[in-house]
């Protein structure tokens, strides 16, 4: 060994030293470390039949159906309930909604309603080492009550949930305060135009979508009781004051959620992370960007669509630019079925053009028929087969537990029970799924392999506002849905010890 080469010794430990030690505050291990990113995409009340990788024909979606090309396509995957709050309650905690009270749909002022003292999707990955961030639609409350001071830190919420980074509205689009929070604070917000929100009575001088609609930009529907304070033309529901400054436009909701997001991604790309990215599309009030308006020939929804699609195709196409492809999963779904007419008057009903937005199934969103819960669920990136269809059964209550298992995460006795693992059934490996899922919309029901048994109520068959059929009746129903996805031939009566056998596992589940 010459004499300058003695001299480098030294220094080249210390430098592969260094390297190692960048490599581990950085993340530049990260792919050996077995840790793939993990981005979940929410769509807010998109329905099976609205993406042309599903069978939509009237309405095009080329980048989910990229999506689906590079990854799986799930034909049996599951929202737990058929409205948005429960849904993302049972994601979030791995526990049926149905068996805690207070997880309906809320109100934009509600208090948060997941335990911060127990597991949580957010807590497993950061127990593993990953950085989480949650942009996009909440709704899962705020605060330890109702009533809160919106002008200062607003607290517990998301982080105190598991997530390192949040920015979010509160609820959804068409319920205040219609602004953004960074963390505990509303983003943009003058201290000497304080917010105040009251769901019960009227704060303040803004004007009403129900004493002055000449004001408004976009009519509500009858009867559908948005027509509270307006915010940029757009009745909404609940009052608010103050905090004008602050207060979101419209057209720009989903580019803001999107350029948030990808600063995220590209701030975060040397080391783990977990994004849940919850998008607004297509629920109420559609208001797309401009370059949207009038694309879809389906009114303002399929507009929406439009855009939904795009910002998917964004994501995509960063993670591509940034290396990042073979070590990060993507996730795509909705977080119920779908709905046309749901508060406004924007052409989704009048300009439907044929398009069937459940696809196949009976009923939507608030339904305990399949349109209610089953939803587009893509699966796309890092250890997923490719270019496969599954029809597993999955729900989406199974991320938590299946994350847990893929790193080794332990899930405390007693908490997330209801999610199982399977990450083999997420990455297209295993074909089977869960043995049963309890699926709710008010009432409940099960499905087992071929069978859906609902339970019997007295619950409205029909909800006339929203043109819902909403599955319930006073007598057992039981369909084979491998013969009858759109569940139009009742056979519990030839089919009794079925019937007695789900009513039993529905019985056991409610007991447990």
């Not at 948060?112 to 497993?124: A, C, E, Q, Y």
């Not at 205040?176 to 769901?199: A, C, K, W």
């Not at 496969?388 to 908490?415: F, H, N």
């Amino acid at each position: 060994m010459t004499p300058i080469t003695n001299n480098l010794k030294p220094w080249v430990g210390l430098i592969l030293l260094s390297i190692a030690l960048l490599s581990s505050q950085f993340g530049y291990g990260q792919q050996k470390s077995g840790k793939p990113n993990i981005i979940y995409i929410y769509a807010d009340d998109l329905g099976y039949g609205d993406v042309s990788a599903y069978g939509a024909t009237k309405i095009q979606t080329p980048n989910l159906d990229r999506l689906a090309a590079s990854g799986i396509r799930f034909t049996n995957a599951h929202t737990t309930s058929a409205t948005c709050t429960p849904s993302r309650f049972g994601l979030m905690t791995g526990i049926y909604p149905w068996r805690q009270q207070g997880t309906g749909v809320l109100p934009g002022d509600a208090k948060l309603i997941i335990p911060t003292d127990r597991v949580s999707l957010p807590k497993i990955f950061k127990k593993a080492g990953y950085h989480t961030a949650v942009v996009g639609k909440w709704h899962l409350g705020l605060g330890t009550q109702v009533k809160k001071n919106w002008n200062t830190d607003v607290k517990p919420g998301p982080n105190e949930v598991g997530f390192d980074y949040s920015f979010i509205f509160p609820a959804t689009a068409d319920r205040v305060p219609t602004v953004f929070m960074e963390n505990h604070r509303v983003l943009g917000l003058d201290q000497n135009d304080p917010i105040e929100v009251d769901y019960q009575q009227p704060v303040g001088n803004d004007p009403t979508g129900k004493e002055h609609p000449e004001l408004l930009k976009m009519h509500s529907s009858p009867g559908q009781g948005h027509n509270q304070t307006i915010v940029n033309g757009i009745g909404r529901i609940g009052y608010m004051s103050g905090g004008h400054r602050a207060r979101w436009v419209d057209e720009e909701v989903s580019t803001t959620f999107l350029s948030v997001a990808q600063e995220y991604i590209k701030r975060n790309k040397e080391r783990p992370f977990f994004l849940y990215f919850a998008l607004t599309e297509p629920h109420v009030p559609r208001m797309p960007a401009t370059i949207f308006k009038g694309k879809s020939n389906l009114g303002y929804r399929g507009d929406a669509i439009l855009q939904l699609d795009w910002t998917v195709g964004q994501i995509m196409d960063q993670i591509e630019s940034l290396g990042l492809s073979d070590n990060t999963l993507i996730i795509f779904s909705s977080d119920n079925g779908p709905v046309l007419d749901d508060g406004y008057q924007d052409g989704a009903v009048s300009q439907r053009n044929g398009h069937m937005p459940a696809g196949p199934l009976r009923g939507g969103k608030y339904s305990i028929f399949e349109g209610g819960t089953r939803v587009p669920f893509i699966v796309s990136g890092a250890g997923a087969a490719k270019g496969v269809t599954s029809d597993a059964l999955l729900c989406q209550i199974d991320l938590l537990a299946s994350v847990a298992d893929m790193l080794g995460q332990a899930i405390p006795k007693g908490e997330a029970f209801d999610s199982q693992a399977l990450w083999d059934t997420f990455l297209g490996k295993d074909k089977e799924g869960r043995s049963h899922l309890i699926e709710h919309a008010g009432s409940l029901a099960v499905i087992k392999g071929k069978w859906k048994y609902i339970e019997p109520g007295n619950g409205r068959a029909y909800a006339k506002l929203t043109d819902t059929e909403l599955g319930n009746a006073p007598h057992p129903q039981l369909y084979d849905l491998s013969k009858d996805m759109g569940e139009k031939n009742n056979v519990a009566d030839t089919h009794p010890k079925m019937v007695k056998e789900l009513a039993a596992i529905l019985a056991a589940e409610r007991n447990k």
